[in-house]
């Protein structure tokens, strides 16, 4: 056995091959270099040929020996037909050493190329996956592409596809170019193509991408754009792995992120532009993306609903991501100064927000406060709902010192709670008494105010009261006291036409 088995050849560091040199010599070009060149033939025999960068491996090594050990025979199919022609390539098997060797062959085959149907072409791009960057260098990916765009631009709506170029030869090849192909910005439904190129790996995406001339800061087609967001939204959700591989996926969502704010608010809505965000978060969004896409969230976030704000936390320590909410708040803002309207449909769907995030017992005092004190005090005509939150959010953490509880209750207006909130929170065992004194204040003094009181009538013992009342002694019964007796009098005075609703000083 050892006189036919003279050669060993080593395979990536993978895998060792027992191999007969006149065989090989025969139809590989590049093995019988090496042969050739290496005098020593002696230390041939007993460490054998290191190759590295095999494009497939050991798995595409064996079938090109396969094809010499069977003197030239061999199927070639969609399938295999990339990894022998790559394999062909690299290990020169060309017709200087056999009439009809293996490179010849695959080039034959893959002359049909613009022939075959949609699936094979499919099926011949996933199975360059493990060598792609060998078939991309030999031509061989663009070659399929072009064949790809022109299955897309035979099967789909004439104005999906439009060409540069007036010619009107019948070669596919030629017709086809990659350079003549371009993508209609205008069209936007999801295409019949989408879902069978969900299949096809991140890199042969990008050169598709590429291919078209739309690749980063150049992508101003629609319909791409939403094709590369499905593809994204299939990879994030079958893909458990795609999170610990953001650098083959980056690219491809800055692509379509470009798209978006090319795009903006005639193209997309402002739920679909918080898909979007859920979609591209935690791909390594670029910065410049990042910032632009939250641009365009906040300039339309009074079209927002609480769904859309509920965005995981990921890894800031939190279950919902807190510090995006304020920063497109912020660009709200500064985008919205003087639409009053707009300001205050915020400002609701924020009381909404701090309701949610309380419980999350992961919260911070600081980021529960840099959503209630991001929009200016006139977003908001009342503040119970905010009390709410408060109260909310002190139940879920009890072990908070006086000192973080006081803090936390600055987001509060105590001039634009309602009697009721007002009550709650005096009887509020949770709320510091300074707090509860300092709310029922500002009451006593809009209740005077309302109801046109004389400054010199029984406020002034009411005052004193407050004045004279030792703040850490005052007990939660003492203030409800004060709170009813303070009622007492307010409503003795208000005329029975207020009193078939509870008023409202917000």
Not at 115 to 127: Q, V
Not at 463 to 486: I, P
């Amino acid at each position: 056995m050892a006189e036919f088995c003279d050669l060993q050849i080593h395979i990536n560091g993978q895998q060792t091959f027992f191999t007969n040199e006149r065989i090989v010599s025969n139809f590989c070009g590049k093995l019988r270099k090496i042969i050739k060149q290496e005098k020593r033939r002696t230390q041939i025999r007993n460490s054998g040929i290191e190759i590295d960068d095999f494009p497939g491996g050991a798995e595409g090594f064996e079938q090109a020996i396969r094809f010499c050990y069977n003197n030239g025979a061999v199927e070639i199919t969609v399938s295999n037909v990339s990894l022998l022609h790559c394999c062909a390539i690299f290990l020169g098997m060309t017709e200087k050493l056999s009439n009809s060797n293996l490179l010849h062959l695959t080039e034959i085959f893959l002359q049909e190329i613009f022939y075959w149907s949609w699936n094979d072409i499919i099926i011949c791009l996933k199975s360059c996956e493990s060598f792609f960057s060998y078939a991309d260098s030999s031509g061989l990916i663009q070659k399929l592409l072009c064949s790809l765009l022109a299955k897309i631009a035979q099967n789909s709506d004439v104005n999906l596809l439009v060409s540069s170029s007036s010619s009107s030869s019948s070669s596919p090849d030629k017709h086809f170019n990659s350079g003549e192909l371009k993508i209609k910005p205008s069209s936007s439904r999801k295409e019949w193509w989408f879902e069978d190129m969900t299949t096809l790996h991140p890199k042969t995406i990008e050169q598709f991408v590429k291919t078209l001339g739309a690749y980063g800061n150049d992508n101003n087609s629609l319909v791409l754009t939403r094709f590369l967001l499905h593809y994204l939204k299939t990879a994030v959700r079958f893909n458990k792995s795609v999170n610990s591989r953001t650098s083959e996926y980056s690219e491809l969502a800055n692509t379509a992120v470009h798209g978006v704010i090319l795009m903006g608010k005639t193209s997309f809505s402002c739920r679909g532009l918080f898909w979007v965000l859920r979609i591209v978060s935690g791909l390594g969004l670029s910065r410049e993306c990042q910032v632009g896409l939250e641009r365009l969230i906040g300039g339309m976030l009074d079209q927002a609903t609480l769904d859309d704000l509920l965005i995981f936390g990921g890894h800031n320590g939190g279950a919902y991501d807190v510090n995006l909410v304020v920063r497109l708040i912020r660009l709200f803002v500064h985008d919205n100064k003087v639409n009053l309207e707009k300001m205050k449909k915020v400002g609701r769907l924020m009381d909404k927000y701090l309701g949610e995030i309380g419980p999350d017992q992961h919260l911070k005092v600081s980021k529960f406060l840099g959503i209630a004190q991001s929009l200016p005090d006139c977003s908001r005509d009342c503040y119970d709902d905010v009390y709410k939150a408060v109260d909310i959010y002190l139940q879920s953490h009890p072990a908070l010192s006086l000192e973080e509880r006081s803090r936390l209750c600055r987001c509060l207006n105590y001039e634009k709670l309602g009697l009721e909130a007002c009550k709650d929170l005096a009887k509020n065992p949770r709320i510091p008494p300074r707090i509860a004194i300092q709310a029922l204040s500002s009451q006593h003094s809009i209740i005077k105010m309302a109801d046109d009181y004389d400054s010199s009538m029984s406020t002034n013992n009411q005052l004193v009261l407050y004045n004279n009342c030792n703040h850490n002694d005052m007990t939660v019964k003492e203030l409800e006291k004060v709170f009813y007796k303070e009622r007492r009098g307010q409503m003795s005075t208000i005329p029975s036409s207020h009193n078939t609703a509870m008023p409202r000083f917000c």
